[in-house]
């Protein structure tokens, strides 16, 4: 069993940033792949990032490739998502999720992944 909580989320003009940081409960946390997905309203929940357990290897949808960087700490239980030149369309709540248990890369779509966190809404003003 893995508990997430994300923080970091909140209100940026847009050209802003914001980091993301999403910290897991328990001692198992390296034996977990990492995702970031986003849902704004109305929408279906859809994939932003992911990182292998390591954190040797990382995969971007298109929308966030060059503006954001995932990255994880597996001493602090930690990953992150920083987040850079933020637009008005980036606008949603932010989950953290962690994949099955020794998959170094669960996927992009949310039923590829085990656990996830509550959210943390991110607003992107114009």
């Known amino acids: 069993q893995v508990q997430l909580v994300e923080s970091g989320g909140g209100l940026v003009q847009a050209g802003g940033s914001l980091r993301l940081s999403c910290l897991a409960s328990g001692r198992t946390f390296s034996r977990y792949a990492m995702g970031w997905f986003r849902q704004a309203t109305g929408k279906e929940r859809e994939f932003v990032a992911a990182i292998s357990r390591s954190g040797g290897n990382t995969y971007y949808a298109d929308s966030a490739k060059g503006r954001f960087t995932i990255s994880r700490d597996n001493a602090k239980n930690t990953v992150y998502l920083q987040m850079n030149s933020l637009k008005p369309e980036d606008t949603a709540v932010y989950y953290c999720?962690?994949?099955?248990?020794?998959?170094?890369?669960?996927?992009?779509?949310?039923?590829?992944?085990?656990?996830w966190g509550q959210g943390t809404q991110v607003t992107v003003s114009r």
């Open positions: 999720a962690a994949g099955p248990p020794f998959s170094d890369y669960p996927g992009v779509r949310p039923y590829d992944y085990n656990y």
